[in-house]
């Protein structure tokens, strides 16, 4: 997995935003969403690492996250 653009695409919606500047806080030009940037950063990572390593089953209200058994013997 990679961290290409994790602090730069918005956990809310996706966007990538380009030009961040030197400011510590993420605020995204498209859906306005705001979060300290190395926590934007962060939670990227872990929703890139849970999109690569995980399914998901959906039944009625409910979603049931599975983690592939491959991935898991290297979690910390």
């Not at 695409?9 to 605020?27: N, Y």
């Not at 990227?44 to 599975?66: E, M, P, Y």
């Amino acid at each position: 997995m990679t961290e290409e653009y994790t602090s730069k695409t918005c956990t809310h919606c996706g966007h990538v935003h380009s030009q961040l500047g030197g400011s510590k806080v993420f605020r995204c030009p498209e859906c306005g969403f705001t979060l300290p940037r190395d926590w934007n950063g962060a939670f990227g990572i872990f929703l890139k690492a849970l999109r690569d390593t995980a399914s998901v089953t959906l039944t009625g209200n409910s979603a049931i996250v599975a983690l592939s058994g491959n991935n898991r013997k290297n979690a910390a």
